[in-house]
């Protein structure tokens, strides 16, 4: 029988960014989902990639065709945009030590889980980032003729990402 659910692309216009400490991305994602914390939500969330580099080997004497040789895995940058958040925010520390520190102390690196969201909230996708740290954090300019929410963009690098779900 054929599974129509699996065929089934999911919508992407719901989604939480959470720690992945398991205990603390449990305890943030349920208040997030009781509307108690609001620091998880952002209006759009790219740069989960993976890109393997190669390096073209042309083989002596064989001129059809070209090897092409692995040399080494690069990811994007993670980039969060949403509503200017409030200063305790724990993302808005996060960027205010790393980024207004001046490389005076150690830059906290942080693992997340980015989850997609079904109708009822479930997480139906999700993808985990290792190793991020905020490398800019810009809010948009703004303009007194637009009826607009103020927003601010934070670009975190990381080490990898792999799917979860």
Known sequence: MLDLEYFQLPVAFQFIVVPLNPLKAAAVAGMALAGMVDDTAFQE???LE???EVDAYNEGGENRFVHHLPTKMTHGNLQLKR???PITSPLVLLCKATLEGGLSAVIERSDLLV???DEDKVPIRAWAVYDTFAVKWQVDGFTSTKNEVAIEQIELAY??????I
């Open 50 to 52: 993976s890109n393997m």
């Open 83 to 85: 509503g200017v958040a």
């Open 115 to 117: 989850s997609l969201l």
């Open 45 to 47: 969330v790219s740069g």
């Open 159 to 164: 080490s990898y990402c792999e799917r979860m």
